[in-house]
């Protein structure tokens, strides 16, 4: 199945801050991300430099993602690592990795 929207996690360098979000295209909204970490700095992710993908989940459609979204942002860090690592156990980079 070819999911349209995402839900995705990114966190800074030292994994110490985590910025959960909702695309259509993830790769642009990475892009995104990277730039205004170099620039704009205004953005909760561009100011903490959340710019690596340690987690993403698809969706059919913008409600389901939204509602998904909605949902993790309101978890405690802990039930977030946990989801974090049973996704992707060492917390590596996916940036390269997402289609």
Known sequence: MLYKYFVYIT????????????????QRRLSQHYFDSQNAKKSFAGKYKCIYLVYYEGYET?????????????????????????????WETLNNDII
């Open 62 to 90: 913008p409600s389901e993602a939204i509602q998904r979204e909605k949902e993790l942002k309101k978890w405690r860090r802990e039930k977030k690592n946990i989801l974090i690592q049973n996704f992707n156990p060492k």
């Open 11 to 26: 966190t800074n360098q030292y994994r110490t801050t985590l910025y959960i979000g909702m695309t259509n295209n993830i």
